[in-house]
Every structure is written in C-alpha cells, then in structure tokens.
C-alpha cells in the first residue's frame, strides 16, 4: 500500500502585504497557490525579529528560517547573541580577540577589521563593529585599519555612504582607527570559487593595488555612475575594490586581522587565500576538468594571526572566537529515529537550507554531512545565468518533475520542499522578472496539488521570510533586501482550526509531527498550529 506523505512546500521569500505598489505577490497570477490559501485554513506567521531568535525588527531570511522550522523551537542566532555579548560586556573579554591585539603587539604590526559594512543582520551587522573598534583601543592596539565590504543584496542597494558614515562619526569619536578600503562583496566575499574576484580585493588591500578615493562619498557616486557601463547593477554589492590614498593599512606579514562576519559561507574563500594559500593550488576534476582555475596568492602573507568570528570551515587556518550550540533533536533526527522516511529537495540555491540548516547545523561550513536514516536528498542545479531575472522560472519545473517522480514511488512520509523563485528573482527587485518568477512556480504548485488531491496526501504551504512582497521602498526606489512582514501557513485540512494569533515558523514542526500521530520531543517547545478542538 502506498503512503499518504506530508509536503511541506516553501514558498521562500513569498511573504504577506496588504500593499499593492511593488508587490510581485499581489501583481502575479497564481491561481494555483492563491486559491489554496482561500479554500483551506490558512493563518499569518511570524518569520523576523525575536519570532525566530533575532533582534526586535530585524528581518529573517532563508537560513534562520530554515533552522527554525526544522528545530521545532524558537533559534537563537548569532546576531543576538554577540548582541547578548556585547550588552553583558563578555565579548570586550573574549580571549581570541584580545589575542589579536597582543599579537599586534607582540610584533609592533597592524591589527585589521574586516567583514560585511551592513544592518542586514545576515553575514553581520554594524554595530558590532564599533564593539570591535572599542574592543581594539581598550586593550592598548596602536593600528587598526578597516576593510569594508559593502553589502547592497541584504539592504538597500546604495546604502553605503550612510554606514561608511556611521563607522567614521565612530572612530572620529573615539579617535581611534582608520577606513583603509572599501569594496563591494561580490568580490571579498565571493563564495563560488571565483577566485579572480577574490583577488582583485586581496590585491586592494594587500598590494595597494586598485582604485583610490581621498572623499568616500565620490567614490560611492563615481562607481553608481560607472558601474551600469559595465554591466552591473548600481548596488554597493558590486563596488570596485578601493584604496583610501590617505591612509597606509595594508594587511602585511605579522599583522592581525578579525573577520567580523558571524554567517561562514561568503568568508572561507578569502579566509582560506590569507591562512592556507596553496588549497586552492591543484583543484578537484570534475567531468575530467578542473572545478576552478588554480590559484596561489601574491604575496603569500606569513605569522597573520586570523580570527573566525564564528567556525567558517577547516581550510580557514585560525582561531575560531566565538560558537553555538549545536541544535539536538529536531525534526529530520526525530523523523529518522522514528524510522519514518523522507524526502529534501531544492535547487542548488536553496539545498543547503532543506539539508543542512533544517537539520540545525548552524555552522555549516560546506562539508556534507552524513544523511540522516531514511531520508533522500535531492540538489536540482541552479541555471547558470548572471542574474535570475534573466531565467525566471529557474529550476522550479526540474525540481517538480523531479519530485513527482520520488512521490510516485509511495514510500515518503515527509517531503521538505523548497522553491527559490520568490527569493532570489525577489532580490533583483525587477518586478516583470519576479511576477514571472512567481506565476511559473505557480504552475509547478498547480502540478503537485494534483497529484495530492489524487492520493489523498497532506500538503502545506508556507514561506521562511518576506522579500517578493516589497521590491519597492518608501521612496519608490527598488528594494532588494528582505522583509519583516509575516508569511502564510495553510493545510489542506478543512476540518481543523489553526492559530489565529502569536503562530512562528518553529511551530510547523510540531504541527507535522502531530499530523503523525506523535508527540514532539522535549526539546521542541513550541506547539502546534492545530488548535485541539
């Protein structure tokens, strides 16, 4: 007899706005997904802020979304805790970063901040650099440079100068530290192996070798002007890397250096570059040829003491300051050790957050990790376009195809899938690029829905944050960072009642398990969305 499996369907980035200027969500035609939310019980959930273990008003994104969902508890995350740190004042004590500055010391040398300039809450956020500033001159550095990298994905797309700002008012303030660069995180923070892009903000700040600015606020406006001759969106995501010609703070041998970014996956490559330069030497074959181009440093740095704000991965030689808790017990293990089986799958932009992230390995540092019992894994590739807007509709109709197959099979109990469309389209802000995103993964929702009225299976639609709702700010200027508006949870059980008030993303893990016939493990300590009647 075959199974009736549960689908949970992620809609990621789909969130909830009553708005309609620059809402794709709205604008789009889905009859599929629209007449679903209008037939069955369907309840608007929190997915920002300290819903899912972040600051009041912070927006969520696909990560903490993820985790959130699969622990079956509210996740704190690193941003609130270094938040928790910096507030008790434990973090001005840290031993890793206090010894940074003795090694500074210790060889009369530089000590250098870097990481992403941004209040995105994603990879970092800015106030925890001031801490590091205040850190550095409380105990007694005598150099310390930073290296900015500017962000334009996660918030507004020319928000820079304002942050530059804010961390300039700082050091004057305190009258202490100097901006040594400044560079878009295309290229410092490129987490794909393109190593080219890596090395033209290693050359910036190691050689001196690049673009220069005396007043940052030009430089900002030449690259916004310069930037779409070349192709690029006017996004500090994509700023040339730049040298302040007042300043001398290239990162030379025996210096320090913390990378302040908190999220791993856009900090190992140039970490690794700095502490570990032959790795990316001889690169694996893949098909008979190489993944990527080979590439060594120039110069290969020597005794740079490098501190990993957080665990990035085992190729990034140095100490690691701070770590989480590992998350015990959540649903894929609970769903394993039960010996019920299951089914994550997604594109490649979205493989890690049904994998990896649902699982609660929250520091994920690339390496897979061993599959849990009974559970299949499926990666559909990501079309290999520059930017989505180009293609839409992605790899939704491979990743449907792909499940109906498996589905067929009538062995799953749970299914975790995700679609990107909403998401990654969301963040090009080209609202006919994310309307069509979102009409084609429509479709592929029409395709499923079928085949669960046919075997009577249990599916769910929901999202992890907002970002397709909102591809326009107050000023009506394009907006490609996430939202803090709720998302949607709906069931095809019309016999049930769903929460009305105070539902979270961790509190669909619970649901699913109760849909079982089980009860959630002590460790999840939200409950249901079903209201026992």
Same mark, same amino acid.
């Given at each position: ?8 369907? +992620? ?19 889905? !009859? ?40 079956? =508890?509210?996740?704190?995350? &690193? ?10 004042? =434990? ?65 507004? !797309? ?8 804010? @961390? ?26 393109? @190593? ?38 006017? &996004?500090?995501?994509? @700023? ?22 908190? =999220? ?79 089914? =994550? ?32 894994? +499926? ?15 992605? &790899? ?25 469309? !909403? ?67 709906? +069931? ?17 893990? /619970? ?8 009860? /959630?493990?002590?460790?999840? &300590? ?8």
């Amino acid at each position: 007899m075959k199974k009736r499996p549960i689908i949970l369907t +992620i809609l990621d980035g789909y969130g909830y706005s009553k708005k309609i200027k620059g809402n794709a969500v709205r604008a789009a035609n889905t !009859p599929n997904i629209s007449g679903f939310y209008k037939k069955y019980p369907t309840v608007l959930i929190e997915a920002s802020g300290e819903a899912v273990g972040l600051p009041e008003g912070q927006m969520g994104n696909s990560e903490v979304g993820h985790q959130n969902i699969g622990a079956g =508890r509210i996740v704190y995350q &690193s941003l609130t805790y270094i938040n928790q740190l910096i507030k008790d004042g =434990r973090f001005f004590e840290n031993e890793i970063f206090i010894n940074a500055v003795k090694h500074t010391l210790k060889y009369n040398s530089k000590l250098h901040l870097m990481g992403l300039v941004s209040d995105g809450g994603v990879h970092s956020h800015i106030t925890h650099i001031t801490a590091f500033l205040d850190l550095a001159k409380m105990h007694g550095a005598k150099e310390v440079y930073l290296h900015a990298l500017m962000d334009g994905r996660d918030v507004s !797309p020319q928000a820079g100068p304002e942050y530059i700002q804010y @961390l300039v008012d700082h050091m004057e303030k305190i009258k202490f530290g100097k901006l040594a660069t400044i560079g878009g995180r295309y290229y410092g923070m490129d987490r794909d192996k393109n @190593l080219n892009r890596t090395n033209v903000h290693y050359d910036a700040i190691v050689n001196r070798k690049g673009l220069f600015f005396s007043d940052f606020r030009k430089y900002f406006k030449e690259q916004y002007e310069t930037l779409p001759k070349n192709g690029f969106d006017a &996004s500090d995501e994509f @700023l040339v890397p730049a040298i302040n010609e007042k300043v001398y703070g290239q990162l030379g041998d025996n210096d320090a250096l913390i990378f302040f970014n908190f =999220r791993p996956d856009r900090a190992i490559q140039f970490g690794t570059i700095v502490t570990n330069p032959y790795f990316y030497q001889n690169p694996p074959l893949k098909d008979g040829k190489p993944e990527y181009k080979a590439f060594v440093p120039n110069p290969i740095l020597k005794n740079i003491y490098y501190v990993c704000t957080m665990k990035y991965a085992d190729s990034v030689r140095g100490p690691i300051a701070l770590s989480l808790p590992k998350l015990d017990n959540g649903l894929g293990v609970f769903l394993a050790d039960k010996g019920y089986t299951q089914l =994550r799958i997604a594109e490649t932009e979205k493989y890690a957050h049904v994998t990896f992230f649902f699982d609660g390995t929250v520091n994920y540092d690339g390496v897979e990790k061993p599959e849990l019992k009974g559970c299949r894994r +499926i990666l559909v590739p990501s079309p290999k376009v520059a930017t989505y807007d180009l293609q839409p509709e992605m &790899s939704a109709p491979g990743v449907t195809a792909a499940l109906l197959k498996e589905l067929d099979k009538g062995d799953l109990d749970v299914v975790i899938l995700n679609f990107a469309n !909403p998401d990654m389209v969301g963040h090009t802000a080209i609202e006919s690029a994310v309307i069509k995103a979102l009409e084609a993964v429509d479709e592929c929702v029409g395709r499923i829905l079928k085949w669960v009225h046919k075997h009577d299976a249990t599916i769910m639609i929901t999202a992890d944050h907002g970002n397709s709702e909102k591809l326009l700010d107050e000023d009506g200027k394009p907006f490609t960072a996430h939202t803090t508006n709720p998302v949607r949870f709906a +069931i095809n059980r019309k016999g049930i009642k769903l929460m009305e008030e105070g539902g979270k993303l961790s509190n669909i893990a /619970p649901t699913i398990i109760e849909l079982l016939g089980e009860t /959630p493990p002590v460790e999840m &300590s939200e409950p249901s969305l079903i209201i026992k009647q």
